[in-house]
């Protein structure tokens, strides 16, 4: 069954620090991946997303995610965090195959910056 | 990539009443996905409609209470039935654009 596996549910960095957020995912063809963020009160966001080519992908705000296939993964980075990056990320997967199948969702990760 | 215009954006209903939930998009698509999210928890796909046929639902949801329409390309509703608090979530739709998918703002239902 298809599936996506966010680990951390809660991670706090300090503003101006790193920032890497997982994503596992289970899936039997070639997966199409995204980050979606969402602020409180707020709609879904789209940082990033891969389809194919280039691993590493680049989004906005300054987010960057790799795809890593022998690791089922597809983490999103960022090399400094803003207070303004507080929010909810989700990672997704979705299949197309010509049938423009749904995403499947993580369970989301809350991120907080301390100042 | 394709915009939707979703509505109402909020709403307060009372138990046992029900809400209409529209979803328009600015260009024609095949499917439009309906998704579930719970206060604090991620999306839950609640069903999938595709224009001219009936919707195709997930586990632990059926027509009775969720009853979609698909009237055409652009436009379908999603009606919220015989509502008790545990209906209280974000109600989403989503189509995909050829570039990827596209949510709507959200409806927020709470009721009460």
């Known amino acids: 069954a298809q599936s996506v596996t966010q680990p951390d549910i809660h991670i706090t960095v300090s503003e101006g620090a790193s920032l890497e957020l997982r994503c596992n995912y289970s899936?039997?063809?070639?997966?199409?991946l995204f980050w979606y963020v969402q602020s409180p009160g707020q709609g879904l966001q789209l940082l990033l997303k891969y389809f194919s080519g280039d691993t590493l992908v680049q989004g906005i705000k300054g987010f960057e995610a790799e795809f890593k296939r022998s690791q089922s993964s597809f983490n999103l980075r960022k090399p400094s965090v803003h207070w303004s990056d507080a929010a909810e990320y989700f990672c997704?997967?979705?299949?197309?195959?010509?049938?423009?199948?749904?995403?499947?969702f993580g369970k989301g990760t809350k991120l907080s910056v301390k100042p | 990539s394709a915009v939707i215009s979703q509505k109402p954006s909020r709403d307060i209903c009372q138990r046992g009443t029900s809400l209409t939930i529209q979803c328009q998009v600015d260009s024609q698509v095949t499917m439009m996905f309906w998704y579930r999210q719970q206060p604090g928890q991620s999306l839950t796909l609640i069903a999938t409609a595709n224009q001219g046929s009936e919707a195709t639902y997930e586990s632990g949801f059926v027509i009775d209470k969720f009853p979609i329409s698909r009237p055409n390309l652009t436009f379908s509703t999603l009606t919220v039935s015989n509502m008790s608090p545990e209906d209280s979530s974000i109600y989403l739709c989503?189509?995909?654009?050829?570039?990827?998918?596209?949510f709507g703002s959200g409806t927020r239902l709470t009721v009460v």
């Open positions: 899936y039997g063809a070639t997966p199409y």
């Open positions: 997704a997967v979705g299949y197309y195959g010509g049938s423009q199948g749904n995403l499947i």
């Open positions: 989503s189509v995909f654009s050829g570039n990827g998918y596209t």
